[in-house]
């Protein structure tokens, strides 16, 4: 480890809150919606995945890098987060093998910024607080009027799309050529366990750019759509929710997860909200009202569907709900095969509780196919 | 569903005595479990053998019966209350056999008694290692090669199949008795018949040792609908080859992938489900092995409430034993709350922001002769817990935390520096183990050949080679040179004043000076279950230092979750870990002290580091703080809450011997003065007590030099008990016969407490020992209780077999102990406790010493007496009251005998005569009618064994 007294990093808020830290190599200045997760493992999955697209990424664990990276455990070709600040970034790893390597090389290969030594604890205090804001974390030497800047040039991300910035540009397939199942997926930043999962039970996938038009998709004749996750307020994408309304329409089997559970809840005339801070952890406590069983899921969402209008509407039905506050997790269509949930099923990272959910999409395939 | 409604009185089967491999930790699940039943409305009605728990108080169940864990007890009480349901998964294996006994008989069914919480069938198959085994190959859960043996020849032809090195261990035996690894076959073949021996059924299993993969625990809860939720990954830092009990553990699991995490998280849920349906607490333990294929293969599942569930208890916040308390009588996960936020559901999955070390507390000291090798067998008595924002915090804390006079790791001085005698302990860990890691990077060993010997993941032995160079940086600086970032670096990762003040050649004092002129301020942070992601109520700290930071307009601090309330405050000072001579009996009465002090309307501040006590739940106290019993901490803690006083009378020795200091340092100690604390321990000062009151004591002497023995033997005479000032347990003390076996022993001590006293008594041969507990407030003294040892003097007081009251003292004795108390008690100034100890010896009463607080016996005499004594003692010590403010009203037929009870199965090579050293390591209550009954006339018959020696 690198043995002389270590630079120091600065975080910056939008409301003037400042947090310090010191470097561990990778310095610079980046900025983005601050905000936390509290998975203990799992941080290159999240590092990877595209709906943390822009984010500036506080670690609530202690030891980040322990355990390196591994050439199979992205959710996406790059790394999504704008920036990391831990508690203790593990500069050195431990794990066997030709496909691993630091967390270290792993973001100086792509440029990215993180930082070490703050006391994680009391920021995600801070935004628990005061709500999801804006910040930049500065590495090296920069003055307080540079990263004031930088942070005044930051979008807000109410009313912010960001699904163009991480989708696919073109068409791809994934999965077994002969497989028994075609799924048409909307890519709005498509984790790649999503993917694995369809394919594990035998679908062949075709992935599209998030403004592909209705009958682009609807050529491909599936046996069914899948709506992905992605960054961004679901509110802000008006041509995707209209998309979404099509694909409801044209009667196939429709499974939707995170940011497609909100533009299925958006198509439907539902309201979205941001919440006050997000649930972003693997530990999050989902109730399925329909079997009466619960289970423990990875989440990462801003934005929510507001639950009292999901259960006045006539034609929907809450399936699941987050047991901590009560808020809507999951919803179907009562009279059409269209299912969605808020958190991800696919887990990477995260438990695997909820993979009937893919189960469930390929019943609903087979029974309408 | 909510909970079941006709269940209404629930039979709690306790752990029994404490043994190695089933420890205070029961205590606390049974204390939490009867909480959290009565609280449902349901009465509880409790057995154990073990006065020394609170989890037979009658604060904690409505029948409370101190009987042997027998048939004939359970039907005893089946007989006398309307029993509904009985739960054994509150009490370790003890109690799971004793239900599955009285299963066996039919007891439960004639009774109309339903067993909660478990599924005999479900015990069957992970008690059954073979039957374990072949239900893993059907669900596809991978195990190591293994068989099972119920022959020494069948033993032998697994062996010849599986080939070296091999791991034997012996069926339905706790924790690890008769287990070991061999590389050889002679070792074999006498470790076969061993563990047949050993088990009940003569069984054992033999698998092929996976020596070097890396070892994991899961904490499970299911409820009646089968949800399933994780509480805790534990991480054994020493890998496979070393019992769990006996391993550095770690939480969260520091090395291991979320891919590699998930995939054993389903394993252990499946794991779960194919035992059966029960609603509870389960542990399952995983190798991973160390290569790329990092392939998982299931140890072995306990279908109860564990060890390491108080240990994942403690280190999540998550209170596992009252949570699977609530499941067992029907309710489901989400219809509960978490008990820390208060707000959110009990199902999920407690996520940590720190970190937190478990380090085994051994005794080898007292086992001379015994392999102090570790393995397969656990040999520790006690354990450390240390809560650090980092792991090298956490590891540090828990080394200060162990009272082995370390100061943590490196920087004091007792470092190994032989590079032989280092690779020899790493290639056989004992319980320096910590101390050796860091002192053979020290020496410049390369990590890479510190790994082949240790096969600890290189992760951790790069945590201790940056401790290392921490080390060596503040070295080449001095206590003016060094800068704030170098002296923050080092307290967050652990380090303790004392430490760095030996690192840089000054005092304790002038660092901590050093750091309040630069800013550097300790503080606590909440364990909250959920990494702050939602607010908590519950007031459980650790302290740890921080980086700066705050909102826009405010100075940068680090942020301190511990708010100072305006009440009056009172600290407890805890026992630390449980070790032979100061076990479970010192946590009995500071959780007393801390319920008594809540009535007197103090707001209660706990500080300890064992995670097996009742005292370290954070329902206990106000607060409390999960923090070592050392004085850096301590002393900030003080700083900060500004008590009334502190309480040193409950914590045994350990707290007793802060008391110097926190008089040094002007904080106010309750109850007996330090002064007069301290004129207990002096020898010279409390023998001229004894002379000015005319009250006897054997011929002594304290000396400070091997050079003043000569002259002391003569004036004594032998024979003579000698032993080091300031110690418990009888720790270095020993009867000698002649000035050359003297002369050897008092080297001997030197050399382990160098700087120390060693007191030499005249050994009242053939004397009767007797002691006496008292309450006094300096001028009225209340006996609480006498007892008379069965064994004649000699042996510890821990080990005799001893009877409340004296079975056969004469009227003048007893005047003679009554009234030397009396006197003693008021010399000494005593507000609150205090224990003496006398020999006698035709018809005299000598006294042997005077301990200024609450002694071992204390709670074996609640019990008996059916009194609150150390809830009268602690409002005495307060001085909310006085001895004459309570009506006494002792109730107890007959005699109550405490029997001690040993762990020798665990060194079977170890000599198990009895001496002045205690070696005990639990006690058990047995209540006589009349001194006919055969237990006794069995016990006092022995004596003579040792009065003809």
């Keep these: 480890m690198n043995n002389t007294p270590s630079k120091s990093a600065t975080l910056l ?81 431990s794990r066997a093998g030709q496909q691993t390597g630091s967390l270290y090389d792993y973001f100086k290969a792509s440029n990215k910024i993180a930082a070490t030594d703050f006391d994680t604890r009391a920021i995600v205090q801070y935004i628990r607080d005061n709500g999801a804001m804006n910040a930049v974390v500065a590495v090296g030497d920069y003055t307080l009027e540079e990263m004031q800047a930088h942070l005044d040039a930051l979008p807000n991300m109410k009313g912010l799309e960001l699904a163009s910035k991480v989708s696919t540009k073109e068409p791809y397939f994934y999965g077994d050529e002969n497989a028994p199942f075609h799924v048409t997926a909307l890519d709005f930043g498509i984790k790649t366990n999503i993917l694995r999962n369809l394919a594990q039970r035998g679908c062949r996938i075709q992935v599209f750019p998030h403004d592909t038009p209705f009958d682009v998709l609807a050529a491909t004749n599936p046996h069914g759509f899948f709506l992905s996750n992605g960054p961004g307020d679901p509110q802000s994408m008006q041509p995707q929710i209209d998309v979404v309304q099509q694909i409801i329409h044209s009667g196939k089997p429709v499974f939707g997860i995170c940011l497609g559970h909100q533009l299925i809840a958006l198509a439907n005339g539902l309201p979205t909200f941001k919440m006050h801070n997000g649930h972003r952890g693997i530990n999050h406590p989902i109730k399925n009202l329909e079997t009466g069983k619960s289970e423990i899921t990875s989440q990462n969402h801003g934005f929510v569907v507001d639950k009292a209008a999901l259960e006045a509407h006539p034609e929907l039905m809450l399936t699941h709900i987050h047991l901590n506050d009560n808020t809507a ?15 991800h099923p696919e887990a990477g990272p995260g438990p695997n509780d909820a993979t009937y959910l893919f189960d469930q999409f390929l019943t609903n395939m087979n029974q309408l196919n | 569903m909510p909970r079941d409604n006709s269940i209404k009185s629930v039979l709690i089967i306790g752990s029994g005595p404490i043994v190695i491999g089933q420890a205070c930790e029961f205590d606390y699940s049974g204390s939490q479990a009867a909480r959290s039943l009565r609280e449902e409305g349901i009465e509880v009605t409790l057995i154990n053998s073990n006065p020394a728990t609170i989890m037979t108080d009658p604060v904690t169940a409505d029948h409370v019966y101190l009987l042997p864990l027998t ?12 029993i509904d349901a009985v739960l054994p998964t509150m009490g370790g294996q003890t109690a799971l056999n004793l239900a599955m006994e009285a299963d066996k008989q039919g007891l439960w069914e004639t009774h ?78 006498n470790l076969l018949s061993h563990g047949l021996e050993v088990s009940p059924i003569h069984e054992v299993m033999i698998d092929k040792a996976l020596i070097g993969w890396k070892e994991y625990e899961l904490e499970l809860l299911r409820d009646a609908n089968d949800n399933v939720t994780i509480i805790c990954s534990i991480e054994n830092m020493d890998p496979m080859g070393i019992h769990t009990g006996d391993s550095i553990t770690v939480a969260p699991a520091m090395t291991l992938s979320d891919r590699t995490y998930q995939r054993m998280r389903d394993l252990a849920i499946k794991m779960m489900r194919s035992i059966g349906n029960f609603a509870g607490g389960c542990n399952v333990q995983f190798a991973v092995s160390p290569d790329e294929k990092e392939d998982i293969v299931a140890i072995e599942i306990n279908p109860r409430v564990s060890r390491s569930s ?105 470092g190994y520096t032989d590079q032989d005698q280092v690779m020899e302990m790493l290639a056989n860990p004992s319980w320096n183990r910590v101390f050796v890691l860091y002192d053979a990077i020290q020496l410049g060993i390369p990590l890479r050949r510190i790994h082949e010997a240790t096969k600890i993941d290189m992760w951790f032995l790069r945590q201790f080679d940056d401790l290392v160079q921490v080390q060596r940086r503040i070295e080449a600086e001095t206590l003016d040179s060094i800068s704030r970032g170098l002296l923050l670096e080092a307290k967050t990762k652990g380090f303790a004043d004392r430490q760095i003040a030996h690192m840089l050649h000054t005092l304790e004092s002038k660092i901590h000076d050093k750091r309040m002129s630069f800013d550097i301020h300790r503080v606590w942070k909440l364990v909250d279950t959920c990494a702050a992601e939602f607010p908590a109520e519950t007031p459980y700290y650790y302290s740890t230092f921080e ?138 000062r409390f023998s001229e007590m004894l002379h000015e009151n005319n009250i006897p004591y054997p011929q002594f002497d304290v000396i400070t030099s091997s050079n003043q023995i000569h002259d002391a033997a003569k004036r004594i005479g032998f024979p003579m008990l000698v032993r080091p000032s300031y110690v418990l347990g009888g720790q270095g003390m020993k009867i000698v016969i002649n000035e050359e076996e003297l002369e050897h022993h008092v080297v001997e001590l030197f050399k382990d407490f160098p700087g120390n006293r060693i007191l030499l008594d005249h050994y009242l041969d053939g004397a009767i020992e007797a002691e006496a507990d008292a309450i006094c407030d300096g001028e009225d003294v209340y006996i609480i209780g006498i007892m008379e040892h069965i064994e004649p003097c000699g042996i510890h007081s821990g080990d005799s077999n001893a009877t409340l009251p004296p079975f056969n003292l004469g009227e ?108 005990s390591t639990g006690e058990k209550i047995y209540f006589v009618k009349n001194l006919k009954d055969p237990v006794f006339r069995k016990l006092y018959s022995e004596r003579n064994l040792y009065l003809s020696r």
């Excluded at chain 1, 997790?329 to 958190?343: C, D, E, K, T």
């Excluded at chain 2, 071992?856 to 001895?883: D, H, Q, S, W």
């Design chain 1, 329 to 343: 997790a999951g919803l179907r269509m009562i009279n059409r095969p269209v299912f969605s949930v808020q958190y």
């Design chain 2, 812 to 919: 003048w004795v007893m005047q003679q102990i009554k009234d030397h108390t009396h006197t003693i008690a008021k010399a000494l100034g005593t507000v609150g406790l205090i224990n003496i100890q006398f020999a006698i010896k035709d018809d005299t009463v000598y006294i042997i010493e005077a301990n200024p607080r609450a002694s071992r016996t204390v709670p074996f005499i609640c019990k008996a007496y059916g009194e609150p004594y150390v809830n009268y003692a602690t409002k005495v010590m307060l001085g909310e009251k006085k001895v004459k403010d309570f009506t006494f009203n002792p109730k107890l037929e007959g005699w109550a005998i405490k029997i001690p009870v040993f762990s020798f199965d665990k060194f079977p090579k170890v000599n198990k005569q009895l001496g002045p050293q205690m070696r």
């Design chain 2, 112 to 189: 109309g008694v339903r067993m909660i919480g478990v599924d005999i069938d479900a015990i069957n198959i992970t008690e059954d290692r073979e039957e374990f085994r072949l239900l893993m190959q059907k669900i596809g859960v991978g195990v190591a090669p293994s068989a099972t043996a119920k022959s020494f020849l069948k033993g032998k032809e697994i062996a010849q199949e599986f080939g070296f090195p091999l791991c034997i261990r012996a069926s339905y035996t706790l924790g690890g008795s008769g287990a070991a690894i061999v590389y050889d076959k002679n070792d074999f073949e």
């Design chain 2, 71 to 82: 048939i004939e007890s359970i039907e005893h009480i089946l007989e006398k209350h309307n």
């Design chain 2, 310 to 414: 108080a240990l994942a208890s403690k280190a999540t916040g998550y209170p596992i034993a009252k949570i699977a308390s609530k499941l067992a009588i029907g309710y489901h996960l989400d219809e509960l709350q978490n008990q820390i936020t208060k707000t959110t559901s009990a199902f999920f999955e407690p996520t940590l922001d720190y970190v937190i070390v478990k380090i085994p507390r051994w005794n080898f000291d007292k086992f001379e002769g015994a392999d102090r090798t570790l393995g397969l067998q656990m040999k520790s008595v006690g354990e450390v817990m240390g809560i650090g924002r980092t792991f090298q915090e956490a590891i540090q804390k828990a080394a200060q935390s162990l009272e082995i006079r370390r100061n943590g790791l490196g920087a004091d001085g007792k």
């Design chain 1, 13 to 93: 808020l939008q409301d003037g809150a400042r947090f310090y830290g010191s470097s561990v190599g990778l310095d610079g200045i980046t900025g983005g919606e601050l905000c936390f997760n509290t998975g203990m493992t799992g941080y290159q999955e999240i590092f990877t995945d595209p709906s943390y697209y822009g984010q500036l990424m506080v670690m609530a664990t202690s030891h980040i890098g322990n355990y390196g990276v591994h050439a199979d455990e992205v959710e996406s070709d790059s790394i999504k987060v704008a920036g990391l600040i831990t508690k203790s970034f593990s500069p050195y790893y």
């Design chain 2, 547 to 684: 980086n700066l930071g705050g909102a826009k307009g405010l100075p940068m601090v680090s942020r301190n979750e511990s708010v100072v309330s305006d009440k009056p405050k009172v600290v407890v000072l805890g026992s630390g870990p449980n070790r032979i001579g100061q076990g479970i009996e010192f946590d009995y009465s500071c959780v007393h002290g801390v319920m008594a002090a809540k009535e007197c309307g103090y707001e209660t501040i706990m500080i300890n580091c064992n995670p097996e006590t009742v005292s370290t739940d954070f329902d206990t106290a106000d607060k409390l703080y999960f923090e070592p019993v050392f004085w850096e901490h301590i002393y900030d803690i003080i700083r900060h809450e500004n008590p009334v006083g502190v309480i040193v009378q409950l914590g045994g020795q350990t707290a007793l011997k802060l008391a110097e200091k926190l008089e040094r340092f002007g904080i106010r100690i309750m109850g007996t003065s330090f002064d007069m604390l301290d004129l207990a321990e002096d020898r010279g």
